[in-house]
């Protein structure tokens, strides 16, 4: 075989031999999978089926005839290699390639669509850009190589590293990781829930099987905390508006004179604010949410609810008081700490032993609604 330009291959004979050695910038491949035993393969007479623009990929059997067509056959294209690895070979991770179709010229890229889940499950779809700006979606790496011939090695040896750009990037693939898992909403998932039933904890997650033998968990917090906190941060911007309004007509009072406004609010807002930037993000993601994703949100949130507890117990009540309430909150939230230890730490027995604990409707601590 002979490789021509990047953007055609010429010469090329499906008989021939592989050949021996790594695969260098401007090799021929062709790509197996190997649980169908097909080849990876494009028609320009074909549109992809999401996007519409590009040519279509598609899968052919190594044993039929479009499996002897060079359409299978794609040029490596090294992309700014690693600065250790600019050998022109091919190194796990550390070498961006692209892929060029030998017969149409077309390069292979993910067009981040996503394939109909009926017959797609989902899946992103891959497709074949014959003339365009060549960008980060063009480009693909080789994660993993095998070879039993090969003596192992650290892969760290070999690559350079920035933090600040292994930062972004990290950041950036984590961001369209997570939108690409979307939701059904053609069906009910009792692992899921929307961000808006995470405050008040409408839906606790069951983690595991909930027959009479498994050892059952189920992800709920603290009610008191939950809502007590839920209440004190929903609550918190009507105080504001109310306190900045008294404020400017200056019916404060003596309570906030020398300052102790702007102390409170200081203190408040960053707590309030904690809460705000770990939970209202989430309203932008079209990922799949759980309520676990709602815990860092909380953890500031219930760090709000004792600063209100205790600022509004200093301006109502005197010094023995205040004591009774920090007494009396901090025994009653053990308490339904403790009440609930058996879902926490899990329950191996039937669930209709554990009396009281069914504290909404829509907790499924005894039944699941929507399960099938």
């Given at each position: 075989?002979?490789?021509?330009?990047?953007?055609?291959?010429?010469?090329?004979?499906?008989?021939?031999?592989?050949?021996?050695?790594?695969?260098?910038?401007?090799?021929?491949?062709?790509?197996?999978?190997?649980?169908?035993?097909?080849?990876?393969?494009?028609e320009s007479t074909f549109t992809a089926p999401m996007s519409g623009k590009y040519h279509e990929m598609s899968a052919v059997s190594v044993n039929s005839t479009e499996a002897k067509h060079?359409?299978?056959?794609?040029?490596?294209?090294?992309?700014?290699?690693?600065?250790?690895?600019?050998?022109?070979?091919?190194?796990?991770?550390?070498?961006?390639?692209?892929?060029?179709?030998?017969?149409?010229?077309?390069?292979?890229?993910?067009?981040?669509?996503?394939?109909?889940?009926?017959?797609?499950?989902?899946?992103?779809?891959?497709?074949?850009?014959?003339d365009g700006k060549m960008g980060d979606e063009h480009l693909w790496t080789i994660e993993r190589h095998v070879n039993k011939n090969m003596k192992a090695t650290n892969l760290g040896q070999?690559?350079?590293?920035?933090?600040?750009?292994?930062?972004?990037?990290?950041?950036?693939?984590?961001?369209?990781?997570?939108?690409?898992?979307?939701?059904?909403?053609?069906?009910?998932?009792?692992?899921?829930?929307?961000?808006?039933?995470?405050?008040?904890?409408?839906?606790?997650?069951?983690?595991?099987?909930?027959?009479?033998?498994?050892?059952?968990?189920?992800?709920?917090?603290?009610?008191?905390?939950?809502?007590?906190?839920?209440?004190?941060?929903?609550?918190?911007?009507?105080?504001?508006?109310?306190?900045?309004?008294?404020?400017?007509?200056?019916?404060?009072?003596?309570?906030?004179?020398?300052?102790?406004?702007?102390?409170?609010?200081?203190?408040?807002?960053?707590?309030?604010?904690?809460?705000?930037?770990?939970?209202?993000?989430?309203?932008?993601?079209?990922?799949?949410?759980?309520?676990?994703?709602?815990?860092?949100?909380?953890?500031?949130?219930?760090?709000?609810?004792?600063?209100?507890?205790?600022?509004?117990?200093?301006?109502?009540?005197?010094?023995?008081?205040?004591?009774?309430?920090?007494?009396?909150?901090?025994?009653?939230?053990?308490?339904?700490?403790?009440?609930?230890?058996?879902?926490?730490?899990?329950?191996?027995?039937?669930?209709?032993?554990?009396?009281?604990?069914?504290?909404?409707?829509?907790?499924?601590?005894?039944?699941?609604?929507?399960?099938?």
């Amino acid at each position: 075989m002979v490789a021509g330009s990047f953007n055609t291959a010429e010469n090329i004979d499906m008989n021939a031999a592989p050949i021996e050695g790594a695969i260098q910038d401007g090799d021929l491949v062709s790509m197996r999978h190997n649980s169908t035993s097909t080849y990876l393969y494009t028609e320009s007479t074909f549109t992809a089926p999401m996007s519409g623009k590009y040519h279509e990929m598609s899968a052919v059997s190594v044993n039929s005839t479009e499996a002897k067509h060079p359409n299978i056959m794609w040029v490596v294209e090294i992309v700014n290699p690693e600065k250790r690895m600019k050998d022109g070979r091919i190194h796990p991770l550390g070498t961006p390639i692209r892929l060029r179709n030998a017969v149409s010229g077309c390069v292979l890229l993910s067009t981040g669509e996503r394939l109909d889940k009926d017959w797609g499950w989902g899946q992103s779809e891959i497709a074949c850009e014959k003339d365009g700006k060549m960008g980060d979606e063009h480009l693909w790496t080789i994660e993993r190589h095998v070879n039993k011939n090969m003596k192992a090695t650290n892969l760290g040896q070999h690559m350079s590293s920035s933090f600040l750009r292994d930062f972004a990037v990290l950041n950036r693939q984590m961001w369209l990781t997570n939108n690409a898992l979307i939701p059904d909403h053609d069906k009910h998932n009792v692992l899921e829930s929307d961000p808006l039933t995470w405050p008040f904890m409408v839906y606790p997650m069951r983690m595991v099987g909930w027959d009479d033998r498994s050892i059952k968990y189920l992800e709920v917090g603290n009610p008191l905390l939950w809502w007590g906190s839920a209440v004190a941060c929903l609550a918190f911007p009507l105080q504001v508006l109310y306190l900045l309004v008294c404020w400017k007509r200056g019916t404060l009072g003596n309570r906030w004179r020398g300052g102790e406004l702007r102390e409170y609010l200081e203190g408040a807002l960053i707590l309030w604010g904690g809460w705000a930037l770990h939970y209202l993000p989430f309203f932008l993601m079209g990922r799949v949410t759980y309520l676990h994703h709602y815990l860092p949100a909380l953890y500031f949130g219930i760090l709000f609810l004792a600063y209100q507890v205790y600022f509004v117990s200093t301006w109502y009540l005197g010094e023995r008081s205040i004591r009774k309430v920090v007494y009396g909150s901090i025994v009653l939230v053990v308490f339904v700490f403790w009440w609930f230890s058996p879902l926490t730490y899990g329950w191996d027995k039937p669930i209709k032993q554990l009396r009281g604990m069914q504290w909404a409707s829509s907790w499924p601590v005894y039944e699941d609604r929507f399960e099938l």
